[in-house]
């Protein structure tokens, strides 16, 4: 009986630390980010920076978002994020995949108030679009 108790407690616990390592890694991106820069796929004469107020944005929430171009909402639904293991993208790492509306996934980096989202590679006409949170 003692036996049956120790495991239950045990499996418990698991769960619960596994369920807030989740909780945690979600609660990084909750909040409004907004784009202040673009790499990749740039057009001559145009600066890739961005400046604070350009309505640029993605608003998570939970595990939802809102994505907003020139302070209008273009898209919303839900998504799921997930630790990767430093996948190589350009010059640097992707360490979360970020999965939009059940299907389209793009490598992240995510670190304090920088997320970096990675569309394909630089060198085959990939962006990488970094954010600021707000």
């Known amino acids: 009986m003692k036996s049956i108790l120790k495991l239950t407690l045990s499996t418990i616990i698991l769960f619960s ?3 807030c390592e989740k909780k945690t890694e979600a609660s990084q991106l909750n ?3 907004e784009l202040r820069h673009v790499a990749g796929i740039q057009v001559a004469g145009v600066n890739p920076d961005f400046k604070a107020g350009n309505g640029n944005t993605y608003k998570f929430e939970g595990e939802t978002f809102e994505k907003y171009s020139d302070g209008k909402k273009v898209d919303s639904g839900t998504f ?5 293991q430093d996948v190589p993208v350009n010059n640097t790492k992707a ?6 509306n059940k299907g389209e ?10 997320l970096v989202l990675f569309n394909g590679i630089i060198a085959a006409d990939g962006t990488e679009s970094t954010f600021e949170k707000q």
């Open 17 to 19: 630390l596994i369920s």
């Open 31 to 33: 909040g409004t980010w």
């Open 80 to 84: 799921v994020l997930a630790p990767e």
């Open 95 to 100: 360490n979360y995949s970020i999965t939009f």
């Open 105 to 114: 996934k793009q490598l992240a980096n995510l670190s304090g108030k920088t």
